[in-house]
T-cell receptor, first 113, second 115 residues
């Protein structure tokens, strides 16, 4: 079963605008990661935020984590056509010693030139 | 290229046939994972190896599925008596052992189509 739920499911914006995607999850986590997937390709890791962190930046990416609300957001600033892809949040769970990542269904982002 | 590689990239087979996929992780990554992704969904965990030991298996991994990592390097995922419901992208990922649930590096995937 998938724990994370991204919102919105699809997002279409113009180049230069900011894109915000949200992720909610259900159980306690060790960390939360965001991945990008271009159509029909493998996943590329974007950023990891640990449960004791609240905000993290990497280039044009900004991730926030609110463990009290069990939610995270990914902000892409000054979007480019090349940012068009599906974005997934993945949670690393703490229970049961599991090593797996649990992915949401993703947000499909389209950046129009 | 030192990324995760998977072979083949595409596989078309008839229902009832057996298929085997290979994954070569990043060198010196001792953790290896298999995921399955169907259209419009996120990847779902199948199984996990630390070196040659298979430490976790999902309930999704039915008896028709078997995975091995015999020497702690490359891994194979075999599906016996394939069914149309097995059609999906099979993703392999690897990670180093510095910390639990650290970043996982994904391969390009093997897309399986069962006719």
């Amino acid at each position: 079963s998938q724990q994370g739920e991204e919102d919105p499911q699809a997002l279409s914006i113009q180049e230069g605008e900011n894109a915000t995607m949200n992720c909610s999850y259900k159980t306690s986590i060790n960390n939360l990661q965001w991945y990008r997937q271009n159509s029909g390709r493998g996943l590329v890791h974007l950023i990891l935020i640990r449960s004791n962190e609240r905000e993290k930046h990497s280039g044009r990416l900004r991730v926030t984590l609110d463990t009290s609300k069990k939610s995270s957001s990914l902000l892409i600033t000054a979007s480019r056509a090349a940012d068009t892809a599906s974005y997934f949040c993945a949670t690393a769970l703490t229970q049961g010693g599991s090593e797996k990542l649990v992915f949401g269904k993703g947000t499909k982002l389209t950046v129009n030139p | 290229d030192t990324g995760v590689s998977q072979d083949p990239r595409h596989k078309i087979t008839k229902r009832g046939q057996n298929v085997t996929f290979r994954c070569d992780p990043i060198s010196e990554h001792n953790r290896l994972y298999w995921y399955r992704q169907t259209l419009g969904q996120g990847p779902e965990f199948l199984t996990y190896f630390q070196n040659e030991a298979q430490l976790e298996k999902s309930r999704l991994l039915s008896d028709r599925f078997s995975a091995e990592r015999p020497k702690g390097s490359f891994s194979t995922l075999e599906i016996q008596r394939t069914e149309q419901g097995d059609s999906a992208m099979y993703l392999c990922a690897s990670s180093p052992s510095r910390a639990r649930t650290d970043t996982q590096y994904f391969g390009p995937g093997t897309r399986l189509t069962v006719l």
